[in-house]
């Protein structure tokens, strides 16, 4: 059983350029969450979304930030005109249910640098 | 709302000394408890939960206990070793936090031969 896959593992883009970022969940999950981790500070909530639906996006900003979670395919989160800020690790993680037991299972995540 | 606190790293430990991280929470609404562990370059995955009061979760020799009395969920373990160098999380998930689960800000562990 598969776990987590996100894609690239590792992106470099120019100032100004989009960035996209690709997270398929375990099998059988239907929830989404991306999360950013920047260096020396802790994982901060951005989206959490189930399929064809944003549920709750309070921690994502208001611009050049998106999200969507296709019935087919993996969920994408997008990035337009990034910015030195955007540098950071990105990680998506995957639960099977809302139930407030239920663990999260987390990619690898994808390195984000912006030149 | 919902917050976690941990206690700020890094801790340095020679091996086979014993570890405590300190967690505690705040939480509205009845909340489940975790630990999750970073290697470096990876992403987290679960240590531990407890999801009721007096629970003990453990795992790899890691212990932590749900103390509703003191809203606390520490981390122990009796003797750590080099493999065991880490960033370690402490999370909840309540109802009354939509559900989403809450982070600390993570305890780098590193830990000398």
């Known amino acids: 059983n598969a776990g987590v896959m996100q894609n690239p593992r590792h992106l470099v883009r120019r100032r100004g350029q989009e960035a996209r970022l690709r997270c398929s969940p375990m099998k059988g999950h239907s929830h989404v969450y991306w999360y950013r981790q920047l260096p020396e500070e802790g994982l901060k909530f951005m989206v959490y979304?189930?399929?064809?639906?944003?549920?709750?996006e309070s921690g994502m900003p208001k611009e050049r930030f998106s999200a969507e979670f296709p019935k087919e395919g993996p969920s994408i989160l997008r990035i337009q005109q990034v910015v030195r800020g955007d540098s950071a690790a990105y990680f998506c993680?995957?639960?099977?249910?809302?139930?407030?037991?239920?663990?999260?299972?987390f990619g690898p995540g994808t390195r984000l640098t912006v030149l | 709302g919902n917050s976690v606190t941990q206690m700020e790293g890094p801790v340095t430990l020679s091996e086979e000394a014993f570890l405590t991280i300190n967690c505690t929470y705040t939480?509205?609404?009845?909340?489940?408890l975790f630990w999750y562990v970073q290697y470096p370059g990876e992403g987290l995955q679960l240590l531990l939960k407890a999801t009721k009061a007096d629970d003990k979760g453990s795992n790899k020799g890691f212990e932590a206990t749900y103390r509703k009395e003191t809203t606390s969920f520490h981390l122990e373990k009796g003797s750590v070793q080099v493999s065991d160098s880490a960033v370690y999380f402490c999370a909840l998930s309540s109802s009354g936090g939509s559900y989403i689960p809450t982070f600390g800000r993570g305890t780098s562990l590193i830990v000398h031969p």
């Open positions: 993680a995957s639960s099977p249910g809302l139930e407030i037991y239920n663990e999260q299972f």
């Open positions: 939480a509205t609404g009845y909340p489940s």
């Open positions: 979304l189930q399929k064809e639906n944003i549920i709750d």
